[in-house]
Every structure is written in C-alpha cells, then in structure tokens.
C-alpha cells in the first residue's frame, strides 16, 4: 500500500523579528503531532525549524491533499500562533491568512509540499526547507539533479536514469502547468524555469517503462505564492522540497550536489533582494546579517512502512565549508550595492513595497523630454 509525506509550513511569528522560530513553537508542534501520532492518524512526524518556519514532516496513509492532514497542520499552526500573541513574537500569525479552515491549507498561506507513491525496499527521503527565498529557488539545484549529466552521474552511468525524467511546470502568473521531457525538451526547460520568479517546477516524474511507477513522483516542491494570494506583501513564501533518492533515481550525493553551489535567489531583507543561497546545519537555521542571507537545510531520512528513521543533519558537514564561505563572499559583494539593483529586485517584482507609491507621488512632476 501507499504512503504518503505531507511537509508542510508556516511562519507563525519569529524570534526575534524574522531571525528563528521559538522552542515553544517547537514544542506545542512536537505535542500537538504526537497526539495526533498516537490516534493513529499520521505514522510518524517530525517538526523542523528553517529560520523563522516551523516545519511539519508528517507519514500517514491519507494520500495528498488530505482534509485531516491538512486541518492537523492548520490546527498546530494556530496552536502556535496563540503561543507567538502570548509571547508577543514578530508577526505572530504572518502565514494564516484566513481565519477559518475550510478543508486545505492550500491557498490559505502555509507551504505545502506533499507525495503519495509506493515505499520500496530501501526508500531515503531528504526534505529541504529554506527560509528567506521564493519557490523559484528550487528550480537551479531540482533541475541539476535529475536532468545534468555534470551533477548527476547517474544519468550517464545507471541504466536506470539514462532515459531521464518528467518535469511538471507551473506558470504561477497563469495558474497553468505543462508537463515536459528530458534530456528532449532540455532546452525549453531551460527557457521556461530559468525565469524563476514565473515558472517554478512543481513535481518531477519517472518516465514510462522504467523500473519505478511512472504516475508516482519522485520530488515535489511547494509553490504557494503569499503575496497573490494574500494581495499585499506578507513576507516571501519561502519555500520546502521532498526529494526520492537511490535505485533508479539520483544517489543520495548526487541530490545533495547541486546545493554545493550558492545560487543567487530573490528574498532575503524584506523579501526584497538576491543573495546567495547558503547550505547549513539544523543549528545555523536562523537568518541574521540583512535577515539572511537566504539559507536552506537538509533533513535525510529512510522510511520503514512510514516510520521516519532519522534525521540526519545532511549540510552539517565541512564539505560545505567552501560553499558557505562563498556565500559570505558573495553576500558581502551584493550587500555594496545597497538599494541598486541587481541587489534590491526589478521593479515588477516591488509592486507590494512603497516604490509604487513614489512613482504615483512623483508622476506630476515628471515631463517629457524633447
Ligand atoms: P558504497 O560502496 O559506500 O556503498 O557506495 C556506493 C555508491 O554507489 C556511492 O555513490
Ligand atoms: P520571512 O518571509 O522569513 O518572514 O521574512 C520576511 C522579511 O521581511 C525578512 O526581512
Ligand atoms: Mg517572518
Ligand atoms: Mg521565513
Ligand atoms: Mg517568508
Ligand atoms: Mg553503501
């Protein structure tokens, strides 16, 4: 039979401003979940914090987009939220945007990123989680992973990945997705997610005819937009990824590989910025200089019939060293650019800042040149 891994979050107000989530916060999710674990409503659980996200990794039977699972979260994130408004946290609440639940967390603020697919004998799972970036930010390392022969070996030397993989795409302006090959499609791939504030890939697939279920995917990424869906800025929806490994699909090594380069990606102060993204430990998920720079962790494990053995702290490791010290340098070298683009974002992605407003105030005094 199926199983299921929900990862789902919110930021329900930090510790302080946007820097980490609370141990209360940590706490009540632990107690929450393990009530619910105990009803046997969900496996198995375990509760993560990325900056100031709390994370929920929860293992159950229920398939996706489950009622129970989903109020379950919703539940805990209000738990929380009554912690954060007696504790008096920044933004206690920041990512419930709606007051009553009405079946799914989706569209209502928290990420989610969820698959249901059959266990097989050896089965590691990793859950990234990043705090201080958009969903487009999973689209570099995603991509590297399952479709460039550079990072994954596999895809050259194992039989079982040489025919590729199928990427799911959403247009998060058009509410649209497509499905596409690779290596065919290579190239239009390309075109479409290297415009990642737009098209962000959603899920990846086996293709027909290999050794894994081609209709089960293997990785899958939250892409909850906050700011459309809440209409005004309230905080990038930084986003949580589900990633399969081994035994026809890419090695442990080979999905971890892809973070070993800092990637520039908007977020960061104010959600407002590009820096490069950093690979650290569970302890150093906590967002400091300008609130970042945008960081992500990595939580390894291996499933028995939904038990989560692990995790294991996978970036707590000094063959990261070299990567972090090249996002210090990189955000030193972005940070001297103060509010100059490519630094602060473009324009079109400031709409929710005062930038509109001081154009509609200047707009009288601006006049054409001959
Ligand atoms: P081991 O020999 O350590 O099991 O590693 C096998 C492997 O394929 C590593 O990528
Ligand atoms: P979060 O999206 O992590 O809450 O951060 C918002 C922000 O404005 C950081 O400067
Ligand atoms: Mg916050
Ligand atoms: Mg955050
Ligand atoms: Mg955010
Ligand atoms: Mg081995």
């Avoid at 442990?252 to 102060?269: D, N, Q, R, T």
Wanted: with cysteine; net charge negative.
């Amino acid at each position: 039979s199926k199983i299921t891994v929900s990862l789902i979050k919110a930021d329900v107000g930090g510790l302080p401003g946007h820097v980490t989530v609370a141990d209360e916060h940590i706490e009540k999710a632990q107690e929450n979940l393990s009530i619910a674990k105990d009803s046997g409503l969900i496996i198995d659980f375990r509760v993560f914090r990325a900056g100031d996200d709390l994370e929920l990794v929860m293992t159950h039977k229920k398939g996706v987009d489950s009622e129970e699972i989903h109020k379950l979260a919703w539940d805990t994130f209000e738990k929380a939220t009554e912690i954060a408004k007696e504790l008096k946290l920044y933004g206690a609440g920041q990512d419930l945007l709606s007051d009553a639940f009405s079946g799914n967390v989706r569209g209502m603020g928290p990420g989610v990123a969820e698959m249901e697919f059959t266990e097989r004998g050896a089965e590691p799972v990793i859950a990234f989680m990043m705090d201080k970036t958009e969903p487009g930010a999973f689209n570099l390392p995603i991509f590297r992973m399952f479709a460039d022969p550079f990072n994954t070996a596999g895809l050259v030397i194992d039989p079982n990945l040489h025919n590729g993989f199928v990427f799911e795409i959403w247009d998060i302006y058009e509410h649209k997705r497509v499905l596409m090959n690779s290596p065919e499609e290579m190239y239009d791939i390309l075109a479409l997610i290297g415009a990642k504030s737009r098209f962000v890939i959603k899920r990846v697939f086996p293709k027909e005819g290999g050794k894994l279920p081609a209709d089960e995917p293997v990785a899958v990424i939250s892409t909850e937009k906050l700011y459309q869906i809440a209409g005004e800025y309230v905080g990038k929806d930084d986003p949580v990824a589900l990633v399969r490994a081994q035994s026809g699909l890419p090695a442990v090594g080979e999905v971890l590989e892809p973070f070993a380069f800092p990637h520039l990606v908007s977020g960061w102060m104010r959600g407002s910025h590009n820096g490069p993204l950093m690979p650290v430990p569970f302890h150093y998920s906590k967002c400091t200089r300008f609130d970042g720079p945008p960081r992500v962790i990595a939580a390894g494990f291996q499933l028995a019939n939904g038990r989560l053995v692990g995790p294991v702290d996978l970036f707590d490791d000094p063959a990261y060293d070299y990567t972090r010290q090249k996002a210090v340098e990189i955000a030193e070298y972005m940070r001297r650019h103060g509010p100059f683009e490519p630094h602060r974002l473009p324009m079109e992605d400031m709409e929710y800042t005062t930038l509109p407003k001081v154009m509609d105030r200047l707009k009288d005094r601006f006049e054409s040149i001959e």
